[in-house]
C-alpha cells in the first residue's frame, strides 16, 4: 500500500513541474490508475457490486474518461507549453511546502503511524494541490485540471474514512461526476482559452 | 407521499418535455408541472412527519415550511417565462434549444425539491449537485458571450463549493468511526452518532462544510461568482438561483446547524458571525460602487445572505427572525430580478444612470421595483423588517455589541447606498419620446402574489405558517 502512496503523491507533485497539458493530463490518468489499485486493496471483494461500482468510478471515469474528455480540447489549443502553476520558484516551493504541511496534518489528526495516516496525507496533498492550481490558472482548461486534481484528492480520502456508501449513493455520485466531464467538455468547446482575460464580467453596463 | 409526489412531478414533466412532440408543448408543461407542484407542496404543509425512500428522506416541519415558499416561486417564474416565452431570453432560440432549457429547469426544480426532502447529507449533497448542473448551462444567454464566462466561474465555484462539503462530510464520518461507531450521514442518527466531545476531525468537517455551503450561498470571501452569475444570466434564472436555491442551500445549512450545534456550537458560531460580517463589508462596498440594476441586486443579495449568517451565528434568540427574514428574502429576490427583466427590456440598459421614470413610464414595473426596494431594504410593514429587527434584538441579547455596531453601520451604509441608485430610476424624469408600455396583468400576476405574502407575513404571520416557524426556530435553537 505505501508503494501505491507514494506513486501517487509523485503524480500528483510531478507534472505541476513539467509545462506540458499531455504530462497533465497523463498524471490525472495514472492518478486514477492508482486510486483504483488502492481502491482494489481496500475492498478486494470482487463478488460485491459496491467493488465493480468503485473501480469503474476510478479507473475508468477518472483514469480514463476525464482525462480523454479534456484531451481533444487541449489539442487544438496547441500550446506549446501549458504550466499549470507559474513557472517560478515561488510557486514551485509552494507546491513543496503544501506537501510538507499535508503530511505535518496527517500526523497531527491520525495519531498512529501506517497506512491510514499515510492516505489522510496523501489525500491532504491532492486536495490541496488541486486548490493551488485552481487559484493560479485562469483558463478554463487549468481550472479544469486542478477541479479534477482536488477530486482526485476527495475521493482518497472517502476510501479511507472507513465508511462504505450505499451502492445507490455511490451509482448516483458517479452519474453526478460523468455530468460534470459532460457539462466541462460544453465548456472547453465554447469558451475562450483565457477566460478571465475574455469575460471582464465586472465592468459596468454603461 | 404528498411531498414525494412534489418533488417528482418535476422529473415527470422533464420526460414529458423529453418525448416526442414535447418541444411544443414544452412551456405549457413546465406550467402545469411547476403548479401541480406548488399546489401539492401548499397541501404538504399540513400533512405530518414521515420517513421515505428507505429513510432517505423525510418530511419534516422545515420541508414543509419551505416547500411552499420555494415551489410557489418557481410556479411564479414558470408562467413568467410562459407569458415571455416570445422574447425573454431565457427562451430564445431554436425550439430543440427551448426543449433543452425547460428540461434543464425542471431538473432544477425537482432536484431543489430533493434537497428539501433529504433525510441523509449525501443525498442532499447530491440534489445541490444535481440544481448546480442544471443551472449552470441557464445562466448563458445567445446575446452575452460574458455570461458564458460568467456560467463556467457559478460551476467552478460551486464544484469547489460542494467539494469542501465533501471533504467536511469525509472528516464527520472519520469522526464517528474514530469513536468506534457505524458511520451514517442520516440526519436522524447523526445526533445520537456525536453525542460525545468533538474531535479535531469533527471540528475540521463542520468547518469545511460551513465553509462550502457559504461559497454555494454566495458569502464571502468566495462569493465572486454571484456577482458575475446573477448579473449575466437571464433574469428568470437569477430568480430562480437567488430564491429556489439560495433557500435549498439554505435548508442544508439549517440541518448542520441543528445536527452539530450541540457539541460544536462556538465554531459554528463564530465562523457563521465572521462570514456573515464578512460578506455584508464586501457588498457593501460593492453596493456604494456599482450602478448596474442586476449588479446591485446581486450585492444585496450578498449582504441579505450575510444577515441570515449572522443570524444563524446566534445561539437562541435569533432562529425565528432568520427563517422570517430567509422566507422574505426569496420572495424580494424574485419580484425584484423578474421586474429587471421587464426594466431591461424597456430601456435596453441595466445602468441605473441610463433608467428614469419608470413609475410613468412602466408603470407596473415601477411600483414592483419600488415596493420590492422598500422590502429589500427591511421598512416595515414587510416580514424582512420584522426578521431583521429579531436578528439585532439577538445580538444585544447576546451581548455581541461590537457585531451589532457594525451590523447597524453597514445595513445603514447599504441603505443608503441602495437607495441613492434605485430611487431616480423610480421617480426620475421619464423620456418624453418612448410611446407608453403595454403591460400584461398576467405577466405581473407572480410579482403582485410575491408581494402579498410579503405583506401578509410582515402585518400578521397565520398561525398555521407561525407554528411551523417556531417549529424549525426549536431545531435551530437545539431544543
Known amino acids: 500500500m505505501s508503494a501505491l502512496l507514494v506513486a501517487l503523491t509523485a503524480v500528483m507533485l510531478l507534472p505541476l513541474f513539467l509545462g506540458s497539458w499531455r504530462v497533465s493530463l497523463v498524471g490525472l490518468a495514472a492518478q486514477g490508475a492508482l486510486l483504483a489499485a488502492i481502491g482494489y486493496r481496500l475492498h478486494p471483494d470482487t463478488a460485491a457490486p459496491a467493488t465493480w461500482v468503485l473501480l469503474v468510478d476510478l479507473a475508468v471515469v477518472r483514469g480514463l474518461i476525464a482525462p480523454l474528455a479534456l484531451r481533444p480540447v487541449a489539442v487544438v489549443t496547441r500550446q506549446a507549453r501549458h504550466d499549470i502553476i507559474p513557472p517560478n520558484l515561488l510557486s514551485w516551493t509552494l507546491a513543496v511546502g503544501m506537501v510538507l504541511v499535508a503530511f505535518r496534518f496527517a500526523d497531527v489528526v491520525e495519531p498512529v503511524a501506517g497506512d491510514a495516516r499515510m492516505m489522510v496525507g496523501v489525500a491532504a496533498t491532492g486536495v490541496l494541490l488541486g486548490l493551488l492550481v485552481l487559484s493560479t490558472q485562469n483558463g478554463p482548461l487549468g481550472q479544469m485540471i486542478g477541479v479534477l486534481r482536488l477530486e482526485n484528492g476527495i475521493a482518497l480520502f472517502e476510501l479511507g474514512s472507513g465508511a462504505e456508501p450505499a451502492i445507490g449513493v455511490h451509482v448516483a455520485q458517479l452519474v453526478v461526476f460523468v455530468a460534470t466531464l459532460v457539462l466541462f467538455r460544453w465548456y472547453l468547446h465554447t469558451l475562450p482559452v483565457d477566460a478571465a482575460a475574455a469575460a471582464a464580467p465586472g465592468e459596468e453596463a454603461a | 407521499m404528498i411531498h414525494l409526489a412534489a418533488a417528482l412531478a418535476p422529473w415527470l414533466g422533464l420526460l414529458a418535455v423529453a418525448a416526442p412532440g414535447g418541444a411544443r408543448r414544452a412551456h405549457a408543461i413546465l406550467v402545469v408541472v411547476a403548479a401541480a407542484t406548488a399546489g401539492l407542496a401548499i397541501a404538504g404543509a399540513a400533512a405530518p412527519d414521515e420517513v421515505l425512500a428507505g429513510g432517505y428522506l423525510r418530511v419534516d416541519a422545515t420541508s414543509r415550511l419551505f416547500a411552499p ?361 421619464a423620456p418624453t419620446d418612448r410611446s407608453p408600455a403595454r403591460q400584461s396583468a398576467l405577466a405581473a400576476l407572480p410579482k403582485l402574489v410575491f408581494l402579498l405574502v410579503l405583506i401578509v407575513l410582515g402585518i400578521y404571520v397565520p398561525a398555521p405558517i407561525n407554528d411551523l416557524i417556531l417549529s424549525v426556530a426549536t431545531t435551530l435553537e437545539g431544543g
Not at chain 2, 189 to 212: K, M
Not at chain 2, 246 to 270: E, M, T
Not at chain 2, 296 to 317: D, T
Request: charged share 15%; glycine share 10%; hydrophobic share 55%.
Open chain 2, 69 to 429: 415558499v420555494i415551489d410557489v416561486i418557481f410556479f411564479g417564474v414558470a408562467v413568467h417565462l410562459w407569458t415571455r416565452a416570445g422574447g425573454a431570453a431565457a427562451l430564445v432560440g431554436t425550439p430543440a434549444r427551448r426543449r433543452r432549457r425547460v428540461m434543464l429547469i425542471l431538473a432544477f426544480g425537482g432536484a431543489c425539491n430533493l434537497v428539501l426532502l433529504g433525510n441523509d447529507l449525501m443525498v442532499m449533497w447530491l440534489a445541490l449537485e444535481v440544481s448546480t448542473l442544471a443551472a449552470a448551462p441557464l445562466i448563458v444567454r445567445l446575446d452575452d458571450p460574458a455570461s458564458r464566462v460568467a456560467s463556467w466561474r457559478y460551476l467552478l465555484f460551486s464544484t469547489v463549493a460542494l467539494g469542501l462539503v465533501l471533504v467536511g462530510l469525509g472528516c464527520v464520518t472519520r469522526s464517528v468511526h474514530a469513536a468506534g461507531l457505524e458511520p451514517s450521514l442520516r440526519l436522524d442518527e447523526l445526533p445520537g452518532l456525536l453525542a460525545g466531545p468533538p474531535d479535531a476531525w469533527r471540528q475540521l468537517g463542520v468547518g469545511l462544510i460551513v465553509l462550502g455551503l457559504a461559497t454555494k450561498l454566495g458569502l464571502a470571501p468566495m462569493y465572486s461568482w454571484l456577482p458575475d452569475a446573477y448579473e449575466r444570466a437571464p433574469s428568470s434564472i437569477t430568480a430562480l438561483l437567488g430564491a429556489v436555491q439560495f433557500n435549498a442551500a439554505l435548508i442544508v445549512l439549517l440541518r448542520v446547524v441543528h445536527v452539530f450545534r450541540p457539541g460544536s456550537g462556538a465554531l459554528l458560531g463564530g465562523e457563521l458571525v465572521t462570514l456573515g460580517l464578512l460578506s455584508m463589508v464586501a457588498s457593501t462596498a460593492s453596493l456604494i460602487a456599482t450602478r448596474d440594476v442586476k449588479r446591485l441586486l446581486a450585492y444585496a443579495s450578498v449582504n441579505h445572505g450575510g444577515v441570515i449568517a449572522i443570524g444563524l451565528g446566534l445561539h437562541r434568540e435569533a432562529a425565528y427572525g432568520v427563517l422570517l427574514y430567509a422566507m422574505s428574502n426569496a420572495f424580494i429576490k424574485a419580484i425584484l430580478f423578474l421586474t429587471a427583466e421587464k426594466i431591461e427590456l424597456r430601456c435596453g440598459t441595466r445602468d441605473a444612470r441610463a433608467i428614469a421614470g419608470l413609475i410613468k413610464d412602466l408603470p407596473y414595473s415601477g411600483v414592483f421595483l419600488m415596493v420590492g426596494t422598500f422590502a429589500l431594504l427591511g421598512l416595515p410593514p414587510f416580514s424582512s423588517f420584522l426578521g431583521e429587527l429579531l436578528i439585532l434584538s439577538a445580538l444585544v441579547a447576546s451581548d455581541e455589541l461590537l457585531v451589532f455596531a457594525a451590523f447597524c453601520v453597514l445595513i445603514t451604509m447599504s441603505f443608503v447606498a441602495t437607495g441613492r441608485t434605485i430611487f431616480p430610476m423610480i421617480w426620475g424624469q
